[in-house]
Nanobody, 124 residues
Framework: QVQLVESGGGLVQAGGSLRVSCAASGRTFSTYNMGWFRQAPGKEREFVAAIFWSNGGTYYADSVKGRFTISRDNTKNTMSLQMDSLKPEDTDVYYC?????????????????WGQGTQVTVSS
């Protein structure tokens, strides 16, 4: 497993932008599918975006498609989520997650390493 640490959350006005990042430990980062999920208190964890370990292919939830961009830098063991045109309903704790090899998945149970989360708050 890899150890994951998120950073970059904060408070932004609706329509603004924010970038959250995930730093991973270990030498096998390039072999992990990486994903972003979000969760509000009392709600289930929701898929946001994922990026494939093999070819960098990406997959987005319909709710963020066209507004969010996931990327990774295997030379720095980092992954980022650029969030543009933010809406109040994007307010959540955002978690990065990793899954070794396998197909790209939107299911939380497919990921076996998780960060501690970073709060993103969008004010109206």
């Amino acid at each position: 497993q890899v150890q994951l640490v998120e950073s970059g959350g904060g408070l932004v006005q609706a329509g603004g932008s924010l970038r959250v990042s995930c730093a991973a430990s270990g030498r096998t980062f390039s072999t992990y599918n990486m994903g972003w999920f979000r969760q509000a208190p009392g709600k289930e964890r929701e898929f946001v975006a994922a990026i494939f370990w093999s070819n960098g292919g990406t997959y987005y939830a319909d709710s963020v498609k066209g507004r969010f961009t996931i990327s990774r830098d295997n030379t720095k063991n980092t992954m980022s989520l650029q969030m543009d045109s933010l809406k109040p309903e994007d307010t959540d704790v955002y978690y990065c997650a990793a899954a070794r090899y396998g197909p790209l998945s939107y299911k939380a149970e497919a990921y076996d390493s998780w960060g501690q989360g970073t709060q993103v708050t969008v004010s109206s």
